[in-house]
């Protein structure tokens, strides 16, 4: 197993094969820990990054279920101020993830290249976190090292659009990009003949399928919470882990399209939780396949509410499966909220008497999310 794996178990025939890399300690911008780089453009340390990379790390190893590309390896590359150990948590196995400096990175992402190319039926998929800065159409994901030369800030930096086409010319005919980072300008880039470094060279085959999923719109800023994982990456694996399911064919499965359609709605409700800020999470070059199969019913989130909504203080739900009473709540002045297993439920909105009879309704509860709404 080479250096920059923390999870490998040589699958025969098609498999998926992931990198994934968190930025967060950067030496050469503010509150770093050596000479201030002249083009720190006002950007900083990061904390949420090497922790969204070590979820999304886990979340393949534990969780990733592919029938037809089981998971073959993980790569991960992490800057943090004190570099710790990832603990694989199937196997045990203990590591220290290289730093994520242009020079691991571009290693690192040259063995997967490598590995994807092996069988173009294998599925490769890209995750960084961390800073980016976009100007036009181009985007540079900044490494660990950026601004460690005055003279050539962005050698530390990859060119992920230039990048990410040259990749769509080689095999593997699937591959998934995640970018977590600002997509805002900088004056450096402004003035930069580069957005970047690129590791692959363009190949000569077909173009492949390249989604890629942005956490913010071009020209805005993408959020997360001191030490926690970003808002975009815990909306992926909310997505991931249930609400972007869907079963055509009575198995629960997870589309590149049903994904964008559960990421959006996993943003925009923790925007709506009390945050001031808003964050819109686009994606490119979108088209349709299979990423993963659930193993159980998915979890589905429920807003429960009568109609008018001004009957919520009054009214008790209830919430019943096959006679059985699965949860309630006592009269509140504002909706009710639970998640469900996907399946078949009975919602009743009891009120006192002489203000209104109770009310039932029977609903098929199905991700994304399902909203009920009880005439009273």
């Known amino acids: 197993m080479d250096h920059y794996l923390v999870h490998q178990t040589r699958s025969a025939g098609a498999?998926?094969?992931?990198?994934?890399?968190?930025?967060?300690?950067?030496?050469?911008?503010?509150?770093?820990?050596?000479?201030?780089?002249?083009?720190?453009?006002?950007?900083?340390?990061?904390?949420?990054?090497?922790?969204?990379?070590?979820?999304v790390a886990e979340?393949?190893?534990?969780?990733?279920?592919?029938?037809?590309?089981?998971?073959?390896?993980?790569?991960?590359?992490?800057s943090e101020a004190n570099a710790?150990?990832?603990?694989?948590?199937?196997?045990?196995?203990?590591?220290?993830?290289?730093?994520?400096?242009y020079s691991n990175v571009e290693l690192a992402v040259q063995d997967w290249a490598d590995r994807g190319?092996?069988?173009p039926d294998n599925l490769l998929i890209f995750y960084y976190c961390g800073h980016g800065v976009s100007q036009g159409t181009g985007m540079s994901l900044l490494l660990s090292e950026y601004g460690n030369n005055k003279h050539t800030?962005?050698?530390?930096?990859?060119?992920?659009?230039?990048?990410?086409?040259?990749?769509?010319?080689?095999?593997?005919?699937?591959?998934?990009?995640?970018?977590?980072a600002c997509r805002s300008s900088t004056d450096t880039l402004l003035k930069s003949f580069s957005a970047g470094r690129v590791p692959v060279q363009t190949g000569r085959g077909e173009a492949a399928k390249t989604p890629i999923y942005f956490a913010t719109l071009s020209g805005e800023d993408a959020f997360g919470k001191k030490n926690q994982v970003s808002f975009f990456t815990k909306a992926l694996l909310n997505a991931l882990n249930g609400t972007g399911a869907d079963n055509p064919n009575d198995e629960w499965i997870v589309t590149t399209t049903r994904l964008k359609e559960a990421i959006d709605y996993e943003v925009n409700l923790a925007f709506e939780?009390?945050?001031?800020?808003?964050?819109?999470?686009?994606?490119?070059?979108?088209?349709?396949?299979t990423i993963h199969q659930l193993t159980s019913e998915p979890q589905v989130p429920v807003i429960v509410t009568c109609s008018p909504d001004t009957e919520n203080k009054n009214a008790q739900f209830?919430?019943?499966?096959?006679?059985?009473v699965k949860d309630q709540?006592?009269?509140?002045?504002?909706?009710?909220?639970?998640?469900?297993?996907?399946?078949?439920?009975?919602?009743?909105?009891?009120?006192?008497?002489?203000?209104?009879?109770?009310?039932?309704?029977?609903?098929?509860?199905?991700?994304?999310?399902?909203?009920?709404?009880?005439k009273v």
Request: glycine share 6%.
């Open 153 to 180: 800030p962005f050698n530390e930096a990859l060119d992920f659009v230039s990048f990410r086409l040259a990749m769509s010319r080689n095999s593997p005919n699937e591959q998934i990009y995640f970018i977590d």
């Open 273 to 289: 939780s009390g945050v001031k800020l808003r964050q819109v999470p686009p994606t490119h070059e979108l088209s349709t396949f």
């Open 84 to 101: 710790s150990a990832f603990v694989n948590p199937k196997t045990g196995f203990t590591i220290t993830p290289e730093r994520a400096s």
């Open 117 to 119: 190319a092996e069988n």
């Open 318 to 324: 209830t919430c019943a499966a096959n006679g059985v």
């Open 329 to 374: 709540r006592a009269p509140a002045d504002e909706h009710w909220n639970l998640t469900l297993e996907a399946g078949e439920y009975e919602f009743q909105a009891t009120l006192p008497v002489g203000i209104r009879e109770p009310k039932k309704q029977p609903v098929q509860v199905r991700p994304i999310y399902k909203r009920v709404s009880i």
């Open 59 to 78: 979340w393949l190893i534990n969780s990733y279920n592919n029938s037809k590309k089981p998971l073959d390896s993980v790569a991960l590359l992490l």
């Open 15 to 55: 498999a998926t094969h992931a990198i994934v890399i968190g930025a967060g300690d950067y030496p050469h911008l503010l509150g770093g820990s050596d000479s201030l780089s002249d083009h720190h453009d006002g950007m900083g340390q990061l904390s949420s990054p090497p922790v969204s990379a070590r979820a």
